[in-house]
């Protein structure tokens, strides 16, 4: 059975979702933040961002604003960061977890900002772009958002990359493809596309680095993973009957044993205006 293949994401309308699953997916992502494997991708991203006091950021597409709050510690005194999502929700959640920096709070589009030309000294923009719908048109919008000489720092997954050892190879091919298969094309991909993007807008100073996340269990490797959480529903698996659960038991045998591994590349790809 071929799966069916969406055309749009969860995230890229967070707001038609039922109440409680906006909560799972808004604890998925604090649980995302706290994970030392996404902590290693955002300390790259910083060092390429640069963030430092009196300097007024963006954090496009900024989820439950962990991030954003991070960014206002770092450009106070005097700076400011604008918390941009397209959710109310997610919008809702960031707001209940503000901790007194200086964030203004909007919802908005990335791909058309009602935002001034040139007004922010640099742009984060975490794994947005694979849900938007064209990743070009959004880069665009930050890059006009962006003065002369500041930074664009994007990150965002590439799901080709994900390999796993430990399990059995035949089966960890089926579920890989069945998910690819599940994937817009936009996601399989979008990680290692963001360098070729930025030199298309002909920026400078481009840095480009794949961060290979690590898990070497499968409780660490089902907070990104989530074809390796038991708690992701087994409606949203749509796979042939028995075969979650024959991997289930693969990934929970590999785990007794010590031997399992999964492996995730988040790509981190910056440049100058
Ligand atoms: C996977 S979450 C990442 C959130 C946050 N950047 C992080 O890393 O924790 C994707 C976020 O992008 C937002 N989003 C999706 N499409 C968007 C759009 N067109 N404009 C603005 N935000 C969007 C979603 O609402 C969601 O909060």
Same mark, same amino acid.
């Given at each position: 059975m071929?799966?069916?293949q969406?055309?749009?994401?969860?995230?890229?309308?967070?707001d038609?979702?039922?109440?409680?699953? =906006?909560?799972?997916?808004?604890?998925a992502?604090?649980?995302?933040s706290?994970?030392?494997?996404?902590r290693r991708?955002?300390?790259?991203?910083?060092?390429?961002?640069r963030?430092?006091?009196?300097? *007024?950021?963006?954090d496009?597409?900024?989820? &439950?604003g962990?991030v954003?709050? &991070?960014?206002?510690?770092?450009?106070?005194p005097?700076?400011?960061?604008?918390?941009?999502?397209?959710?109310? &929700?997610?919008?809702?959640? &960031?707001?209940k977890?503000h901790?007194?920096?200086?964030?203004r %709070?909007?919802?908005?589009?990335?791909?058309? +900002?009602d935002?001034?030309?040139?007004?922010?000294?640099?742009? /984060?923009?975490?794994r947005?772009l694979?849900?938007? $719908?064209?990743? $070009?048109v959004? =880069?665009?919008?930050?890059? *006009?958002v962006?003065?002369?000489?500041?930074?664009v720092?994007l990150l965002?997954?590439? /799901?080709?990359?994900?390999?796993?050892?430990?399990?059995?190879?035949?089966?960890?091919?089926t579920i890989v493809?069945h998910?690819h298969?599940?994937l817009?094309?936009?996601q399989?991909?979008m990680?290692r596309t963001? *360098?070729? *993007? +930025?030199?298309? %807008?002909?920026?400078? $100073?481009?840095?480009?680095?794949?961060?290979?996340?690590y898990f070497?269990?499968?409780a660490s490797?089902?907070?990104?993973?989530?074809?390796?959480?038991?708690?992701?529903?087994?409606?949203?698996?749509?796979?042939p $009957?028995?075969?979650?659960?024959?991997?289930?038991?693969?990934?929970?045998?590999?785990?007794?044993?010590?031997d399992f591994?999964?492996?995730?590349?988040? /790509?981190?790809?910056?440049?100058?205006?």
């Amino acid at each position: 059975m071929e799966p069916a293949q969406l055309d749009r994401t969860p995230f890229a309308d967070l707001d038609s979702m039922p109440p409680e699953m =906006i909560a799972m997916l808004v604890a998925a992502l604090e649980a995302m933040s706290r994970h030392p494997e996404i902590r290693r991708v955002r300390d790259t991203a910083w060092r390429e961002l640069r963030p430092a006091p009196g300097q *007024r950021l963006l954090d496009a597409g900024c989820g &439950a604003g962990d991030v954003s709050r &991070a960014l206002a510690a770092a450009v106070a005194p005097g700076g400011e960061v604008v918390a941009l999502d397209h959710s109310s &929700a997610t919008l809702a959640a &960031a707001r209940k977890r503000h901790d007194g920096g200086e964030i203004r %709070y909007v919802t908005g589009d990335v791909s058309a +900002l009602d935002l001034a030309d040139d007004s922010f000294d640099g742009v /984060w923009c975490e794994r947005v772009l694979q849900h938007v $719908d064209d990743a $070009d048109v959004a =880069i665009g919008e930050l890059i *006009r958002v962006t003065r002369p000489g500041g930074r664009v720092c994007l990150l965002d997954t590439d /799901w080709g990359s994900l390999a796993f050892d430990g399990v059995d190879t035949a089966l960890a091919q089926t579920i890989v493809e069945h998910m690819h298969g599940r994937l817009t094309p936009r996601q399989v991909d979008m990680g290692r596309t963001l *360098r070729r *993007r +930025l030199v298309g %807008y002909g920026l400078h $100073d481009i840095s480009a680095t794949p961060v290979t996340c690590y898990f070497p269990d499968p409780a660490s490797a089902a907070v990104v993973l989530p074809m390796v959480n038991p708690q992701v529903p087994q409606e949203s698996w749509m796979t042939p $009957d028995g075969l979650r659960e024959r991997w289930f038991d693969q990934v929970d045998r590999a785990g007794e044993d010590g031997d399992f591994l999964a492996v995730l590349t988040i /790509w981190v790809v910056a440049a100058t205006v």
